[in-house]
C-alpha cells in the first residue's frame, strides 16, 4: 500500500477542488480504498466527490486518478470496489470529451494520456469485471484510437467471457470515429462478427457499427437485428442469460431510425412466448408511439391485444399505453369497461389504469368506479402527479384520472365531499381541491366544505377551488374572512401569499392586494409570470402598465415570459398586432426541431384566442399539424397527451383565422 500511495502527501490537496469544495478530504479516501471495511465506502465518496454528476473534469481529479488507477489494479481489493473505480476513471474521460472544454482542468490531457497506458494492461486482469470497465473506460482514448483498437481486438481473439468481448466490440466501435485513415480494416471486421453465428456478438457489431458510421444506415442492420430476434432464444440476445424487458428494448433500438422494421418488429415480439419480451416490446411500442403518430395505426391493435395478457402487468402496461393514446384507443372501450371491477381485473394497478384510460376516452363507464374508489378506503390513484421521462408504471394521479369529469360531478361529489371532509392528510386535501378546481362551477355544491378548509393548511388549494367555481362562491364566502386570510395565511408555505392574493382577486375581482404584492416583481429577472397575468386580467383598467409590459416583450424570444406578457399587453390594449409576431417567433423554432413544452401549447391556444389577427401564425400551426414526428419531448407517458394537446390547440387556431382553413385540417393521425 505505501507504493501504491507514494506521494500523495506532497500534493497540496488544499489548493483543489471536487464538487463539494476544497479536496483535503480525498487522501482519507484513496487510504481507505485499502481499508477491507471501507473500501466500498470510499470508492463512493470518490465518485460522489470527484465525478460527482458530471458536466466538469475538477481539479482533485487528475490528482486523484493515478492513485484510483493503482488500487484498481491491485487484486487484493474487492472486485466489485476496482470495478467502480475504473468506471470512475472512465466516467472522468467520457466528461472531459463530452463537457464544455471550459469545464476541463488543464491538468487532465496529460493525466489521461498515462492513465491509458496504465489501463492497457487491465485488459488482461484475471477478473472479468475489471477487464470489462478497462476496456469501456479505453473507448474514451480518443487521442490514442488506433493503437487501443489494436489492443481491444488482440485481446478479443483470446477474450473467453461473453461480456467482456461484447465490452470489447463496443470499445473499437466507440474509437474507429477518432482513428487515423484508414480504418476499413476495423469496419470489416465488425462486419465480419455482425455475420457470425453468436447472438450476442451479432447484436454488439451492429451497434458498433451504428456508433462507427454514425448518421450512416445500412440494410445489413436491419436484416441482422431481425434474424437473432426472430432466430434465436431471448437469453443469447445479450451476456447475462435469461430473458430480460431491458435487453429487449435495447435490441429494437438497434434498428435504428428504420420505422418499418422496428414497427415490425414490435408487433411480432408482442405476441412472443415469453412474458418479458412482450413486456420489453409493450415498452419499445409506447416509445415509439411517443415519437411518431404513424405509430398509433402501426402499433396499437397489437398493443391492445395484451389487456388478456396472462402477466399482470403486461395488461397494465397495455391499458396505459391505450390511455395514453387518449381518442384513438376508442375501438377497444368495452374491453377497457370490462378491467374496471375486480371480476373484470383482479389486479388493482392494472383496474385503475382502465378507469384512466376510459376517463381519456371520455367514456362514463369510468365514473362508477371512481366514485366507488373515492368512497372507499381503495382510492388506488396517487396525490402527486410524476412528471418523469421514462416508462415506469408508477400511480396515475387521481387529477389525471378526474380532471376531465366535471359533467358526471352530480355522481363523483358525494363521496368526494364526504372524503375531503375526513382527508387525514394534507397531501389528500390538496388533491381533491385540485380536482375540485378542475371542475370549476360543477364543483359549487363543495363549497360547504372548501370554506371549512380556509381555516387549514390547505387554504391555497381551497381557495383556488372557490375562485374556479366562481360568482355562486364568492356570495358565499365572507369577505372580511378572506381578508383575514390574506393578513394570517398558512406557516410554512412560502408560495402561500401570492397564491391566495391571486385566487383572491379572481374569485372577488377585488385585485389589489396582488397588484400590491407582485408589481414589484415584475421589474425583476425572474416572478415575472404572475405579474404580467395579473395586470392581463386587469384588462382595459391595466393600460397605465402597458408601456412597461413593452419594455418586457423582447426580453426572452421564447418561453413562459413573452406569452404572459404578450397575453396581458393584448387583453389591455385589444392589439394584436404588437404581439402575434413575437408570439410566433416563440413557436417557430419548435416547428422544426420538436420538443414543444407547456408554454408552447399555451401560446398556440392563446393564437386561437386572438382569432383572425393572428393570421401570420398559419404556416407555423400548419407545420405543427403536418408532421409525423410529434413536436413535444419524447420518450414520456405524457408525450401522446401533449401532442394531442398541441395539435388540438393549432387546429383550433386555424379555425379561428380563418373559416377556409377547416378544409385545409386533417383528423389526428
Not at 374556479?468 to 356570495?475: C, F, M, N, S, Y
Not at 416563440?586 to 401560446?603: C, L, M
Request: proline share 8%; aromatic share 6%; charged share 25%.
Amino acid at each position: 500500500m505505501s507504493d501504491a500511495l507514494a506521494g500523495i502527501d506532497d500534493i497540496d490537496w488544499a489548493e483543489l477542488e471536487h464538487a463539494y469544495g476544497t479536496a483535503e478530504d480525498v487522501p482519507g479516501m484513496l487510504r481507505d480504498l485499502y481499508r477491507s471495511e471501507k473500501a466500498a465506502d470510499a470508492a463512493d465518496d470518490l465518485l460522489v466527490h470527484v465525478y460527482h454528476q458530471g458536466g466538469a473534469v475538477c481539479s482533485a481529479a487528475p490528482a486523484a486518478l493515478p492513485y484510483v488507477l493503482r488500487a484498481a489494479a491491485d487484486p487484493a481489493i474487492a472486485p466489485a470496489v476496482r470495478r467502480e473505480l475504473l468506471e470512475l476513471g472512465g466516467s472522468l474521460a467520457y466528461t472531459a470529451n463530452t463537457a464544455d472544454p471550459r469545464f476541463v482542468t488543464d491538468a487532465w490531457p496529460a493525466v489521461w494520456d498515462q492513465a491509458v497506458s496504465d489501463l492497457l494492461p487491465v485488459l488482461h486482469d484475471p477478473a472479468p469485471t475489471s477487464r470489462i470497465a478497462a476496456a469501456d473506460a479505453l473507448a474514451e482514448a480518443r487521442h490514442r484510437a488506433d493503437e487501443v483498437i489494436a489492443a481491444l481486438r488482440a485481446r478479443w481473439l483470446v477474450e473467453p467471457d461473453q461480456e467482456s468481448r461484447t465490452q470489447l466490440i463496443d470499445g473499437v466501435g466507440s474509437l474507429v470515429p477518432h482513428a487515423d485513415p484508414p480504418c476499413e480494416d476495423s469496419l470489416d471486421w465488425l462486419r465480419q462478427l455482425m455475420q457470425g453465428a453468436e447472438p450476442a456478438t451479432r447484436l454488439a457489431a451492429v451497434r458498433a457499427l451504428r456508433r462507427a458510421l454514425p448518421g450512416e444506415d445500412d440494410s445489413a442492420y436491419a436484416r441482422t437485428v431481425s434474424e437473432v430476434l426472430f432466430g434465436s432464444e431471448p437469453a443469447t440476445w445479450k451476456p447475462g442469460g435469461g430473458a430480460r424487458k431491458a435487453t429487449v428494448v435495447w435490441a429494437i433500438g438497434l434498428l435504428g431510425g428504420d420505422g418499418a422494421s422496428r414497427a415490425e418488429a414490435i408487433r411480432r415480439l408482442l405476441t412472443h412466448v415469453h412474458p418479458l419480451v412482450r413486456a420489453g416490446a409493450l415498452e419499445a411500442a409506447a416509445d415509439m408511439l411517443s415519437r411518431r403518430r404513424s405509430a398509433v395505426t402501426e402499433l396499437l391493435p397489437e398493443v391492445a391485444r395484451l389487456l388478456s395478457d396472462a402477466e399482470p402487468d403486461n395488461r397494465l402496461f397495455a391499458a396505459r399505453v391505450l390511455g395514453m393514446c387518449g381518442y384513438a384507443a376508442r375501438p377497444w372501450a368495452d374491453t377497457l369497461a370490462a378491467m374496471v371491477t375486480d371480476e373484470g381485473e383482479p389486479y388493482l394497478p392494472a383496474q385503475s389504469h382502465a378507469v384512466w384510460a376510459l376517463s381519456r376516452l371520455g367514456d362514463a363507464r369510468c365514473v362508477p368506479p371512481l366514485a366507488r374508489r373515492l368512497a372507499g378506503e381503495r382510492l388506488g390513484f396517487s396525490y402527486h402527479s410524476v412528471h418523469a421521462d421514462g416508462w415506469g408504471t408508477y400511480e396515475l394521479s387521481l387529477t389525471e384520472v378526474g380532471a376531465g369529469l366535471g359533467a358526471h360531478a352530480d355522481v363523483l361529489l358525494p363521496p368526494l365531499r364526504a372524503r375531503l371532509s375526513a382527508a387525514p392528510t394534507l397531501d389528500e386535501r390538496r388533491a381533491l381541491c385540485q380536482l375540485l378546481e378542475s371542475w370549476g362551477a360543477a364543483a359549487a355544491p363543495a363549497i360547504p366544505e372548501l370554506i371549512d378548509l380556509l381555516d387549514t393548511d390547505a387554504a391555497v388549494w381551497a381557495l383556488d377551488a372557490l375562485a374556479a367555481i366562481g360568482p355562486v362562491a364568492a356570495e358565499a364566502v365572507p369577505e372580511s374572512r378572506l381578508r383575514a386570510l390574506l393578513d394570517a395565511p398558512p406557516e410554512g408555505q412560502p408560495f402561500a401569499p401570492r397564491c391566495l392574493a391571486l385566487a383572491y382577486g379572481r374569485l372577488t375581482e377585488d385585485r389589489e392586494p396582488a397588484l400590491e404584492l407582485l408589481l414589484p416583481k415584475l421589474g425583476e429577472p425572474y416572478g415575472q409570470g404572475n405579474p404580467a397575468t395579473l395586470l392581463g386580467e386587469l384588462g382595459s383598467a391595466g393600460a397605465p402598465y402597458a408601456a412597461r409590459l413593452r419594455e418586457l416583450l423582447p426580453v426572452h424570444e421564447e418561453g413562459w415570459l413573452p406569452l404572459r406578457v404578450a397575453e396581458a399587453l393584448w387583453k389591455i390594449t385589444g392589439r394584436a398586432d404588437e404581439v402575434v409576431p413575437v408570439l410566433v417567433r416563440a413557436i417557430a423554432p419548435f416547428a422544426e426541431r420538436g420538443g414543444a413544452y407547456r408554454a408552447i401549447t399555451e401560446t398556440v391556444k392563446l393564437l386561437a384566442e386572438i382569432g383572425a389577427p393572428a393570421a401570420p401564425a398559419e404556416p407555423v400551426l400548419k407545420a405543427f399539424l403536418d408532421a409525423d414526428e410529434r413536436s413535444v419531448p419524447h420518450g414520456t407517458w405524457r408525450s401522446v397527451p401533449e401532442d394531442d394537446e398541441l395539435c388540438a390547440a393549432a387546429r383550433a387556431a386555424l379555425l379561428a383565422i380563418s373559416d377556409d382553413g377547416l378544409h385545409e385540417l386533417q383528423p389526428p393521425r
